[in-house]
Every structure is written in structure tokens, then in C-alpha cells.
T-cell receptor, first 116, second 111 residues
Framework: GAGVSQSPSNKVTEKGKDVELRCDPI?????LYWYRQRLGQGLEFLIY????????KSGLPSDRFSAERTGESVSTLTIQRTQQEDSAVYLC??????????????FGPGTRLTVL | TQLLEQSPQFLSIQEGENLTVYCNSS?????LQWYRQEPGEGPVLLVT?????EVKKLNRLTFQFGDARKDSSLHITAAQPGDTGLYLC???????????FGKGTKLSVIP
């Protein structure tokens, strides 16, 4: 695959339901990031995975949010008991090294989540 | 908490005009990046600046990092409809992988 892919592209769910969002990073990239982008806002950092290190979960807004990553490949972001305030575009990015601002992050197209 | 303020929030101009958008902070960043995001897509990196006072050019786009590394500007010469999009700046601290994003400037170039 040439770039970062995410699925589904759109997800509409009812308040209180759980959702699972998937990210396939660029092959060989050790670092993976999840961001949330609310309408008219910038990107909000959620979580960061780097190799086999413990993930940085400092951006997760509540304990309803969790994420997993299998090795250096696929990641899933799970939101439990969704609320209307969770409606946003969820973006995933990967980078080769994850070592700092000079390491380019490549973004996927995002999953647009709408909670009714 | 490091914050990045972008201005203007919205900008609509005619094709061929010049424009400048700004990214300001009270915090010092070790590097600052500019991205362009089109509807339904993720942001795409345009440039990274790391040295205070640095100027980088990318075709008709000129990026400048402030001397104190707290602010940056993006100047577009002779804007084209293809320049339409959301321009985001993002900064990171020394050795940090975390990017702090501004809210963006939504640019519309009218043919």
C-alpha cells in the first residue's frame, strides 16, 4: 500500500453504542498516531505508539477511549458508549521513526464519526 | 500548554492575488510544520522549518519561521484555485513527537 489507510471512511452510530476504527499504517513505519479533528478545529492528539514501547495515552479524553496496535502494523481505536460530543473526524498518521518534529507524519483520509 | 493561533480563520480571494496567513504562539517550538488539508483527506505536509529566521520556498509558497521560533507565516503569490484548502500549522518541542496544531486557515481561491 502506498499510504495510510483507514476504515470505515464514514460511521454513523447511535448514542451509547461502541465503535471501532481501524488504521493501516505505511509498511515499515514504527510510529503511529491517532488524532481527533472536530468541525472547524485543529487536530487534537489522542495516542502515540512507537515500536514495542508503552503507548503514550496522554491525549485520550476519557476512559471510554482506548487503542491497540499489533506490533508495527494495524491499530484500532475503540470508543465505548459513544456520546454526541465524540462526533468528529478521527485521523491516523504514521512516521518512519517517531523521533520528533523533523520526522514526517503521513496521514490517512480519516474516519468521519457521527453520533446521533 | 502550548497553543498555536492561526489567522485569519477564513480567507476568500480572487485568483492571482497574494495572501499571507499567520501562525503565532507564546511558546518556543524547536520546529514548525505547515500542512494543507483538502476535504475528505488527511493533512499533507508542505514544509518543516527548524531554524529561527529560516525562509523556505515551495514554488509560489514562501514560509518563514520567526527569529524567536514562536511564530511563522505562509505567503502565497498569485494564488490559484488549486491552492484552496485548509492550511494548518503544527509545532513540536525539542525531541518531542507530539505536534500541537493550530485551528487552521480555510482558504478559498475564486477563479
Amino acid at each position: 500500500g502506498a499510504g495510510v489507510s483507514q476504515s470505515p471512511s464514514n460511521k454513523v452510530t447511535e448514542k451509547g453504542k461502541d465503535v471501532e476504527l481501524r488504521c493501516d499504517p505505511i509498511s515499515g513505519h514504527t510510529a503511529l498516531y491517532w488524532y481527533r479533528q472536530r468541525l472547524g478545529q485543529g487536530l487534537e492528539f489522542l495516542i502515540y505508539f512507537q515500536g514495542n514501547s508503552a503507548p503514550d495515552k496522554s491525549g485520550l479524553p476519557s476512559d471510554r477511549f482506548s487503542a491497540e496496535r499489533t506490533g508495527e502494523s494495524v491499530s484500532t481505536l475503540t470508543i465505548q458508549r459513544t456520546q454526541q460530543e465524540d462526533s468528529a473526524v478521527y485521523l491516523c498518521a504514521s512516521s518512519a521513526l517517531g523521533g520528533g518534529g523533523g520526522d514526517e507524519q503521513f496521514f490517512g483520509p480519516g474516519t468521519r464519526l457521527t453520533v446521533l | 500548554t502550548q497553543l498555536l493561533e492561526q489567522s485569519p480563520q477564513f480567507l476568500s480571494i480572487q485568483e492571482g492575488e497574494n495572501l499571507t496567513v499567520y501562525c503565532n504562539s507564546s511558546s518556543v517550538f524547536s520546529s514548525l510544520q505547515w500542512y494543507r488539508q483538502e476535504p475528505g483527506e488527511g493533512p499533507v505536509l508542505l514544509v518543516t522549518v527548524v531554524t529561527g529566521g529560516e525562509v523556505k520556498k515551495l514554488n509560489r509558497l514562501t514560509f518563514q519561521f520567526g527569529d524567536a521560533r514562536k511564530d511563522s507565516s505562509l505567503h502565497i503569490t498569485a494564488a490559484q484555485p488549486g491552492d484552496t484548502g485548509l492550511y494548518l500549522c503544527a509545532g513540536s518541542g525539542a525531541g518531542s513527537y507530539q505536534l500541537t496544531f493550530g485551528k487552521g486557515t480555510k482558504l478559498s481561491v475564486i477563479p
